[in-house]
């Protein structure tokens, strides 16, 4: 099993897309929801995390970058085998430029 761990950048991305259905949409409920969502998908990763490939992108890639899909957002994740942990370092909505804001994220 591997721990799963948000960075700092990553817990940021999820109070963001909260706080945008529930205070820009007025859809608490639906906000609820997709944190769940979110927070579950990123849970799976604890059990075979390297079952999901590298994404394809340069240089990405060369960091060994994976992503995960759950509804219309990428997470981005890092897998430290030494330490068996999961690092998510990104949740980008899928109609995002994801290079433009994996630069960001990862500067």
Not at 6 to 30: C, F, G, S, W
Not at 53 to 58: A, F, G, I, L, T
Not at 60 to 89: C, E, T
């Amino acid at each position: 099993m591997y721990k799963v761990r948000l960075t700092n950048q990553a817990k940021e991305h999820l109070m963001l897309i909260r706080n945008y259905y529930k205070d820009e949409l007025k859809e608490p409920d639906v906000a609820y929801r997709l944190i769940n969502l979110l927070k579950s998908k990123m849970m799976s990763l604890s059990k075979m995390p390297y079952r999901v490939k590298c994404v394809d992108e340069e240089p990405w890639r060369r960091y060994g970058l994976s992503k995960i899909i759950a509804k219309n957002y990428n997470i981005y994740f890092l897998i430290d085998d030494d330490k068996k942990i999961v690092n998510i370092v990104a949740i980008i909505y899928s109609r995002m430029n994801q290079d433009n804001q994996l630069k960001i994220t990862m500067d």
